[in-house]
């Protein structure tokens, strides 16, 4: 899943070399943390947030294949 949302991430900015994932495991759930650079950061949430929702539904529906949790904060 870290390599998904990395991919993902890397082709929607301009400073990919800046895109950072993370992942913490908790007890039920995995978060998924991003941090990109701040003048990508509009590119990664998008308008209203859709781009940011779809990662997520991407993200929930690989999780779900895979039988877990997992949440993406997108991190400043």
Not at 1 to 16: G, Q, S, Y
Not at 40 to 53: N, P
Not at 56 to 74: F, P
Request: charged share 30%; net charge positive.
């Amino acid at each position: 899943m870290l390599e998904l949302v990395e991919h993902i991430a890397k082709a929607l900015v301009d400073e990919p070399e800046r895109v950072r994932v993370t992942e913490v495991q908790g007890e039920n759930v995995t978060v998924i943390e991003l941090r990109v650079a701040q003048s990508d950061l509009g590119k990664v949430i998008g308008k209203q947030g859709r781009t940011a929702r779809a990662i997520r539904t991407i993200l929930n529906a690989t999780a779900t294949k895979l039988r877990k949790r997992a949440v993406l904060e997108i991190i400043e």
